[in-house]
Every structure is written in C-alpha cells, then in structure tokens.
C-alpha cells in the first residue's frame, strides 16, 4: 500500500472561483465569496481546497491564461483578499493547492509581448516560434481549441505554437531560463504557504524535437499531434528538476494533469522513489463516451468499459504509485447527467456515483456542486455559451456545413459550461450566486437543487457525502485497502472489494433504472458483515449471498 501521506487520505474540493459565490454584484465570482463559505465545506468534510487559476489574467479561457503570474485577476480581488483566504483555511486545519498553468501563458504576459518585438529579444526563446513552411504553418498540428496551433505575426514573420487558444502561447521548456523563472513562481506561492499545485497540462511541456507533422485525417486540414507533445522525451527530467529545486523542499502534495496518459507512464510520473509528482488526472475513463474524432462525437458509454478502464487504473498503481479519483471538473459535464440519471432517479443516481468513486483508492476530487448533485444545462442559443472551446468548436462546425441542431446535442451533452453555471445557494434569484447579473446563466433548476434545501435534509445528497467522506476518515481500508474487481461482465452492476488484513470492503453499485440480482461470488467468504451506507432502506440483517439491486441502488458492506 506504500507509505501513508496526508494527501492519500484526504478529499479534495475544487473551486471554479469565476462560478462560485460573488460578493460584490458584479456577477462574478470572488475570493470573498469562497472565504465566506469555507464553513460550509469544513462541514462537509474537505480538507484541500483546489482552487482553478486566480492570477492575472484577460480571461480568453477564464483564468488558464495568465498575464502575470504574481498577481490575482482585479475581478476576484486583492492578494490581501487571497492571503485572508489562505488564513482562514488553515486556522480550519484546511489545506489550499494552487493550480499551476505554466505549459503556456496569455498571449498578454510582459515575457510573450518582449517574445514577439524581435527575432534576437532576449525573451524570444521563452516560447516557440518557427518559420512558415511552403507559405503555410511550420506542421499541421491542430489547436485543442479548434483550427491550427500555429499563430503568424507580422511583426517578425514568423509563426508561434499555441496547443489551446491563440491568447495561449506554448512556453518553450527547452530553454533553461523559462525553467527557473516558473520555479521562482512557484516558490514565490509556497513561501506564501500555500499546499500545493494541480499542474495543467503538464505532461504537455516536452514535445518531440523537430516538431513532427501528425497523422493527415481524411477530410480535414489540420491532424492531431498529440504523440509528438504529449509525454514528450524531457518530461520525466523536467519533473525531477522541478522535483529537487522546488518540491521537494515543502509538505505538499502535486497532481499533474495528464490527458493522454496510460498506467505504465503514470507509475513513472507518480512513483514514490521517482521523485516527480504525487498523482496524476488521467482521461481514459472521460473518453469512453466519444468517438475516437474527438470528445464532441458522441457514443454511449458500456459499463463494461468503464470497469475495465477503471480496474486498469487501479491495479496499474497499486502499490506502484497513486490515483486522483474523479467524475467531473471544470471541463467535463456534470456527473449525475452523465453516468447517471438526472430525471427521475436524480437523487440515488448521483448518490450511487458518489459511493462508487469514494469507495475506491486514491484520492477522491469533488468538483463545487457535485455534492448537490448539480446538472448539465442546456441553453436554446449559443450566445448564451461562453466557453472558448465550445464557441470555436460551434463556429468551426457550422463553417463545415454541420446540422446547428446537431451541434447543439454535442454541447448539451459534453460542454465545458454544463460544469461552469453559477453555484447554486439557495431558491433566490440567480440562485443566491449573485445580486447583480451572473457572467454565465444559472441553471433554470435551482429552485430544486440548491444549497439551502440540502444541507439540513439528513436525506440529501449532500449528507450522504458527508458520510461517505466521513468513513474515509473512520475506516482506513476505505484509504489503503487493495482493489478487485467482482463480476467483470456483468452489464449493469459495478461491484468490487477493499481488502485490508482480514477486512474487506464489498462495494456494490447498479449502474441502471432497471432492478438487477446481485449475486455474491463464493470465493468472497466473510463471519460478520456490516452495512456501512447505502442510498436506499436496506433490511441489515437480509442475506448478501444474492440481493436485488433497486434502480441506481449503491451499497457498502464491511465483511471480516
Ligand atoms: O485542460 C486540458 C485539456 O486538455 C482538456 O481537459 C481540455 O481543456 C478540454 O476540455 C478537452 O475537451 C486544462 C484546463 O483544465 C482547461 O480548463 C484549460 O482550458 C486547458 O488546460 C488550457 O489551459
Ligand atoms: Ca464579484
């Protein structure tokens, strides 16, 4: 089980600032906000607070865009606002981690704006700008934001690489300078006491040298180059530098933000005699439900993927490293509308998710609203939409002659915004976000899901994460125990075992509206059982040997 850390056993929170709680009316979310509501996370149960990126920045893609690393973006406040925050976490025993975006920086940053003015400024290699080939782009490359990745400018006719926005240009690791000015940020942050760093995109600051052309796909310009930025040959260095000048001399805890990673890669990165990172995001059980295209062509997702994808992970770092556990965050839709049901089994649907991810091990990741069981939105037009991947996609789309309507499903269904509508409080306008004009609409659900209905319903989905955070906290197996996966074929139900000594943990899910039989497998052999929690009335002395599964029913049994 490798050795036990504070950060294998706590729950994590994160925080969209823009989307949280706004203070001041003007329809944004502020640091404020999040110190005012800090006893109510404390109550729930979080003892790290991921806070999404609040420095500096002209929010082409709300805050992953930094003009000044130094600084907090003037909508959310002053760093004396931050500093308050930061306080009033700790003296709560809460810890803050950071979100570090240093794979790129705004277009607006004093380093790109020198980069730019000539070929021999001294900042011109803090980033990565290459001549046009045959009057086109240096590759073909495509933007993860749509169109190239290859921005031209006038001024030194040259191109520079953008992987997402265009007011997003790719840093230039290779150079030893940017190097050491990200690790003086960093320290500039943990020397304010900070807790640690979600890093973005991180495994994307290698890329192959030469920058080679990716695979042409039939019908379009620009091809994903992905195998030649993504766990590039230097990351592996870069991480261990950054490991011994600056991680390693503080308490915290790191997770690196991977897509494209696998279980193989994430051992190196996450080993716990390698000396890089403490755990990573990885993105294979988020892409089961697209089309290898890209994430907007949609596919419905098997449960039998999802446990095959989901055990690989598992076992892959048992021992060998550590896992973030998480159903959504900032960019994906909204769990309970995703993998469960956000109509009629809407409360045991987003209970059963919550049982099934936080019985597992790693470190759990609660994205603000997942504890109300907050849901995906769906706006008639598109200017109601802010999200710059989800314009850009919808522009690009339309371009190519696509049905609007059909475009519209993808984004009702895998939008960045479904996870971005304000923080539903309360059933007062806006939903208690704000008194002014929220800068993206609440969801028109707020009346039924919000805050104030759930916090003292001891039947709300709120209270069952408390519980459920609470037996991480009471029962270390739930932290350290080792997982098997039961009935691996099973089309509807998601079960598995904790083992820890002669403890298990057996954990049952129904992933359907429809009822199902559980039936337990006999090498499972037990002289006491316990039912820990469960999101329906369960008989605790009925047998387990073989039960029905009522729709979306999750149980957990302690059996010794
Ligand atoms: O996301 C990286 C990433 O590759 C995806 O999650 C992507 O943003 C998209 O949603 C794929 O569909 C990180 C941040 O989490 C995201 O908010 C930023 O936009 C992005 O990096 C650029 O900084
Ligand atoms: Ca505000």
């Known amino acids: 089980m490798g050795n036990k850390t504070w950060w294998k056993e706590s729950v994590v929170y994160q925080i969209y600032p823009r989307s949280f709680k706004d203070t001041n009316g003007d329809g944004i979310g502020d640091l404020k906000g999040i110190t005012e509501k800090l006893d109510y996370l404390k109550e729930l149960g979080v003892d790290v607070i991921w806070l999404s990126p609040v420095y500096e920045s002209p929010n082409d893609d709300n805050g992953y865009d930094i003009s000044n690393y130094r600084e907090i973006m003037k909508e959310f406040g002053t760093m004396e606002d931050w500093e308050e925050l930061l306080h009033q976490m700790h003296e709560r025993n809460m810890k803050l981690m950071m979100d570090l975006v240093v794979n790129h920086s705004s277009d607006e940053h004093e380093w790109f704006q020198q980069s730019r003015l000539s070929k021999d400024n001294p900042y011109r290699d803090y980033y990565i700008w290459c001549p046009g080939k045959d009057g086109k782009e240096p590759n073909n490359w495509e933007s993860i934001f749509s169109g190239s990745a290859w921005q031209y400018d006038e001024q030194t006719d040259e191109y520079y690489l953008h992987l997402f926005s265009k007011k997003q240009?790719?840093?230039?690791?290779?150079?030893?300078?940017?190097?050491?000015?990200?690790?003086?940020?960093?320290?500039?942050?943990?020397?304010?006491?900070?807790?640690?760093?979600?890093?973005?995109?991180?495994?994307?600051?290698?890329?192959?040298?030469?920058?080679?052309?990716?695979?042409?796909?039939?019908?379009k310009k620009y091809a994903p180059g992905g195998q030649y930025y993504m766990n590039g040959p230097r990351m592996h260095e870069f991480l261990q530098e950054m490991n011994a000048q600056v991680l390693s001399k503080y308490d915290i805890m790191t997770v690196g933000e991977m897509p494209g990673v696998d279980p193989e890669q994430a051992q190196l990165y996450t080993g716990e005699d390698r000396n890089e990172l403490n755990m990573v995001f990885q993105f294979?059980?988020?892409?089961?439900?697209?089309?290898?295209?890209?994430?907007?062509?949609?596919?419905?997702?098997?449960?039998?993927?999802?446990?095959?994808?989901?055990?690989?992970?598992?076992?892959?770092?048992?021992?060998?490293?550590?896992?973030?556990?998480?159903?959504?965050?900032?960019?994906?839709?909204?769990?309970?509308?995703?993998?469960?049901?956000?109509?009629?089994?809407?409360?045991?649907?987003?209970?059963?998710?919550?049982?099934?991810?936080?019985?597992?091990?790693?470190?759990?990741?609660?994205?603000?609203?997942?504890?109300?069981?907050?849901?995906?939105?769906?706006?008639?037009?598109?200017?109601?939409?802010?999200?710059?991947?989800?314009?850009?996609?919808?522009?690009?789309?339309?371009?190519?002659?696509?049905?609007?309507?059909?475009?519209?499903h993808s984004i009702y269904v895998k939008g960045r915004?479904?996870?971005?509508?304000?923080?539903?409080?309360?059933?007062?306008?806006?939903?208690?976000?704000?008194?002014?004009?929220?800068?993206?609409?609440?969801?028109?659900?707020?009346?039924?899901?919000?805050?104030?209905?759930?916090?003292?319903?001891?039947?709300?989905?709120?209270?069952?994460?408390?519980?459920?955070?609470?037996?991480?906290?009471?029962?270390?197996?739930?932290?350290?125990?080792?997982?098997?996966?039961?009935?691996?074929?099973?089309?509807?139900?998601?079960?598995?075992?904790?083992?820890?000594?002669?403890?298990?943990?057996?954990?049952?899910?129904?992933?359907?509206k429809e009822s199902s039989t559980f039936e337990l497998p006999e090498s499972i052999t037990y002289r006491s059982k316990e039912l820990l929690i469960g999101n329906y009335e369960v008989d605790e002395n009925g047998e387990i040997e073989e039960f029905d599964l009522r729709p979306y029913e999750a149980r957990v049994y302690k059996l010794k």
């Open 169 to 219: 240009p790719d840093l230039n690791w290779e150079n030893p300078k940017v190097r050491r000015e990200v690790y003086d940020l960093m320290t500039f942050w943990l020397e304010k006491g900070i807790d640690g760093f979600r890093m973005d995109v991180i495994n994307m600051i290698s890329k192959v040298p030469g920058l080679p052309d990716g695979e042409p796909q039939e019908g």
């Open 284 to 408: 294979e059980h988020m892409d089961l439900d697209s089309q290898p295209t890209g994430k907007w062509d949609l596919r419905p997702l098997r449960l039998i993927d999802l446990k095959e994808t989901v055990t690989k992970w598992q076992k892959g770092l048992e021992d060998k490293g550590w896992n973030s556990l998480y159903l959504n965050n900032h960019d994906q839709p909204r769990m309970v509308s995703r993998f469960g049901d956000d109509g009629e089994y809407w409360l045991e649907s987003a209970k059963m998710l919550g049982t099934f991810l936080h019985m597992m091990q790693g470190t759990p990741y609660i994205y603000q609203g997942e504890e109300l069981g907050m849901t995906n939105v769906k706006f008639d037009s598109i200017e109601d939409y802010q999200d710059i991947e989800t314009l850009n996609m919808y522009k690009e789309r339309l371009e190519a002659g696509k049905d609007p309507s059909e475009i519209m």
């Open 417 to 512: 915004d479904n996870a971005r509508t304000p923080m539903q409080w309360d059933e007062s306008e806006h939903a208690g976000f704000t008194t002014g004009k929220p800068w993206l609409k609440v969801n028109p659900n707020y009346k039924e899901i919000n805050a104030s209905k759930q916090v003292n319903d001891p039947t709300s989905i709120y209270n069952y994460y408390k519980k459920l955070i609470d037996l991480r906290k009471t029962h270390e197996i739930v932290v350290y125990g080792s997982y098997d996966l039961l009935l691996p074929d099973h089309p509807t139900i998601y079960a598995y075992t904790r083992t820890l000594g002669d403890e298990k943990l057996l954990v049952v899910s129904n992933f359907s």
